[in-house]
């Protein structure tokens, strides 16, 4: 908590310092003329704008993407159990690893786009973060399919993970 603070009046000092040269903010006026007082008052008001508020920050559709999230959810609802019920089918631990390390690499990216601003990280680390995700995300799909193919699969892993209590209560 003490770090996201930390990072806020970082951000919000080097804003007050772009404000004070003039740099990346435009002049407008308050569109709250039905306020006589402040008129009387204060007279006029201007407003600082900043330039990078103003326009619109999204590069991509998320709507787009966020109804591939939610059919992705919708698609591991009968996959996950068909996967622990029936191990060893190589397709259906295949078909697993994809959908949770795609549905994994949507939450990560998710992380790393809403608390790794640029501005209040710069330019360089928000890029860094979601190269750091890219990598994350090929190594793990990489591993479990390797597991997958080399070894006994997730299914039957899952089984055999399940099954080591009850082995103790049976031995007891």
């Given amino acids: 908590m003490a770090l996201s603070l930390l990072s806020r009046q970082s951000a919000k000092l080097q804003a007050l310092t772009k404000i004070s040269q003039g740099v990346g903010y435009s002049f407008s006026r308050d569109m709250t003329k039905g306020f006589v007082t402040?008129?009387?008052?204060?007279?006029?008001?201007?407003?600082?704008?900043?330039?990078?508020?103003?326009?619109?920050?999204?590069?991509?559709?998320?709507?787009?993407?966020w109804k591939l999230e939610k059919l992705l959810t919708i698609i591991m609802l009968p996959v996950i159990p068909a996967t622990f019920g029936n191990p060893g089918t190589e397709m259906l631990d295949n078909l697993f690893a994809i959908l949770v390390t795609t549905h994994a690499h949507f939450g990560l990216e998710a992380i790393a786009k809403d608390y790794v601003r640029p501005i209040i990280f710069g330019p360089v680390v928000p890029k860094i973060a979601i190269g750091f995700v890219y990598a994350l995300t090929a190594t793990t799909l990489g591993s479990l399919l390797y597991f997958n193919h080399h070894n006994i699969g997730i299914g039957a892993a899952g089984k055999l993970i399940w099954s080591i209590g009850k082995e103790k209560k049976q031995s007891a």
């Fill in 38 to 65: 402040n008129e009387r008052l204060l007279g006029p008001r201007l407003v600082l704008i900043p330039q990078m508020v103003a326009k619109r920050m999204m590069s991509s559709n998320h709507a787009h993407k």
